[in-house]
């Protein structure tokens, strides 16, 4: 719940799959929440900045966007309650998750720390394998039958701080006839301290391949998670994105601001 109120920034890299393929697209965004999920300002494409006449647009949507927030018409309403499903869909699963696995401790390992430049620390390892006896609750959670992992805990603060799990077999939607993830996929999922007693994602990594329905897809990312700060609810958040917005507008030129 915590990251419903921080806002963050995320670079995106996305790539072709293969052993170190160049990147096809890079975008950084600025995102923040908006009270029934979350709204992405652009930063950077491909290493170039946005120009401060677009932030500035995107300021103002964002503004915009969190007076809806605060004062809800219809559809924010609508879109509240399938927040609140999918909420609730997700908490189920995490929920879930501890009954999927046989856990097996598996000792203590040095890891590099990624908060931190040039140090480390230790960390307690799991296996993670599917449970054969567990009997999936919903359509996602069937995904942990397909699933072996490794969770490495940080056992001073009781949080993960790196997941690292391989797809070992085909997972597949409405009998394989709606779609299919192919066995072979990885991925990868880190956490930090982002604020006292608060851990969140520092970094995910995806590389699976698919089909949706005749047509085949592949997800070959790498997601970096920076600059968390706690702006709270709409209600605070708006008045920090409002005076970044003021602040912008006032250091353009006139002549800029009244040109058509």
């Not at 009270?35 to 491909?46: R, S």
């Not at 995490?94 to 040095?110: C, I, L, N, Q, Y």
């Not at 969770?151 to 779609?179: H, K, M, P, Y």
């Not at 192919?182 to 520092?202: D, I, K, N």
Request: glycine share 6%; no cysteine; charged share 25%.
């Amino acid at each position: 719940r915590a990251i419903e109120e921080f806002e963050r920034v995320e670079r995106v890299i996305t790539r072709k799959p293969g052993a170190n393929p160049a990147a096809l697209t890079d975008r950084t965004d600025r995102v923040l929440p908006s009270g029934t999920g979350t709204m992405k300002l652009p930063l950077a494409e491909n290493g170039v900045p946005v120009s401060p006449e677009l932030y500035r647009h995107w300021l103002q949507i964002a503004v915009t966007a969190l007076d809806i927030a605060i004062h809800p018409n219809e559809r924010y309403n609508q879109d509240m309650v399938k927040f609140q499903k999918r909420r609730r869909e997700r908490s189920e699963l995490v929920d879930s998750a501890p009954k999927a696995f046989r856990m097996k401790w598996a000792g203590r390992e040095t890891r590099h720390d990624p908060g931190t430049p040039h140090s480390t620390r230790t960390l307690a390892k799991i296996l993670l394998d599917p449970d054969p006896g567990y009997k999936p609750t919903s359509r996602f959670a069937a995904v942990f039958e397909h699933v072996h992992a490794t969770l490495w805990v940080d056992e001073t603060q009781a949080q993960f701080a790196r997941l690292e799990g391989d797809i070992t077999s085909d997972i597949s939607f409405g009998a394989g006839i709606a779609g299919k993830i192919y066995r072979g996929g990885h991925f990868v999922m880190e956490q930090s301290e982002v604020a006292p007693g608060v851990w969140l994602p520092t970094l995910y990594t995806y590389d699976v391949d698919g089909r949706k329905f005749l047509f085949g897809f592949g997800v070959h990312e790498r997601t970096e998670i920076t600059r968390y700060r706690r702006v709270g609810p709409p209600s605070q958040s708006i008045e920090i994105v409002r005076a970044e917005l003021n602040n912008l507008s006032a250091e353009t030129p006139a002549r800029e601001r009244s040109h058509p």
